[in-house]
């Protein structure tokens, strides 16, 4: 059974920088991506990046250029990397798997992310 945890949440100020972490923990398929998506609140959960398995990297365009997805495969491990972060960035962080072959999903429990000053 495949676990995702995540990390790094946390209070900052506008601005600011944040990095998130989330570990996959259990038996995963060498073909997957990862993603990051985020849900403010009173909002629908959104998609804010993906990095494949070749590292290739696709960004939401509300955060294109302050945000970075990358990962360890090592580690089993995806990080977002935020720089100036802005108010509506607050919002609870979710990390994806995709698996393929066959396809599977897998969700991290949520991060709480609050920009503020």
């Known amino acids: 059974q495949v676990q995702l945890v995540e990390s790094g949440g946390g209070l900052v100020q506008p601005g600011g920088p944040l990095r998130l972490s989330c570990a996959a923990s259990?038996?995963?398929?060498?073909?997957?991506?990862w993603a990051w998506y985020r849900q403010a609140p009173g909002k629908q959960r959104e998609w804010v990046a993906t990095i494949t398995r070749d590292s290739t990297t696709v960004y939401a365009d509300s955060v294109k250029g302050r945000f970075t997805i990358s990962r360890d495969n090592a580690k089993n491990t995806v990080y977002l990397q935020m720089e100036s972060l802005k108010f509506e960035g607050t919002a609870v962080y979710y990390c994806?798997?995709?698996?393929?072959?066959?396809?599977?999903?897998?969700w991290g429990q949520g991060t709480q992310v609050t920009v503020s000053s």
């Open positions: 259990g038996s995963i398929s060498s073909t997957n991506n």
């Open positions: 994806k798997l995709v698996e393929y072959g066959p396809r599977r999903d897998y």
